[in-house]
């Protein structure tokens, strides 16, 4: 039982860190729809993150069903934030490239921080 309190204790921590980093710090030409949409982003991130799906354009248009464009405009303004870090790897099919992210260590320290650990 500890294990799954730990886990549920660990999400709602990164939940309200991620609220936090977004809410208290607007970027100048961002719509509160922007913030709300990055938030709720997070969420889907986190997620997958957890279940160890890669954080791909594809992956998280699967997930989330919208477009290319509302994923990424999304994912863009995560990155700039430095919330999430992105690379170009190779994509599933070992051919072309895919933009990978993730989400900026600097986000865990600052959990583990926040828990005392």
Same mark, same amino acid.
């Given at each position: 039982?500890? !294990?799954?309190?730990?886990?549920?204790?660990h999400s709602l921590s990164?939940?309200?860190?991620? $609220?936090?980093?977004?809410?208290?710090?607007?970027?100048d030409d961002e719509t509160?729809?922007?913030?709300?949409?990055?938030?709720?982003?997070?969420?889907?991130?986190?997620?997958?993150?957890?279940?160890?799906?890669? $954080?791909?354009?594809?992956?998280?248009?699967?997930?989330t069903s919208l477009t290319?464009?509302?994923?990424?405009?999304?994912?863009?303004?995560?990155?700039?934030?430095?919330?999430?870090?992105?690379?170009?790897?190779?994509?599933?099919?070992? !051919?072309?490239?895919?933009?990978?992210?993730?989400?900026?260590?600097?986000?865990?320290?600052?959990?583990?921080?926040?828990?005392?650990?």
């Amino acid at each position: 039982m500890p !294990r799954a309190l730990d886990a549920e204790w660990h999400s709602l921590s990164f939940s309200a860190l991620i $609220l936090r980093l977004i809410l208290d710090n607007p970027l100048d030409d961002e719509t509160p729809q922007s913030r709300l949409k990055q938030i709720g982003m997070m969420s889907v991130l986190y997620y997958m993150h957890q279940g160890n799906q890669r $954080l791909t354009l594809t992956n998280i248009i699967e997930v989330t069903s919208l477009t290319r464009g509302g994923v990424t405009e999304t994912i863009d303004r995560l990155v700039s934030r430095k919330i999430l870090t992105d690379a170009m790897v190779k994509n599933s099919m070992g !051919r072309g490239q895919a933009r990978e992210f993730k989400i900026a260590p600097d986000i865990f320290k600052r959990l583990r921080n926040l828990q005392g650990g």
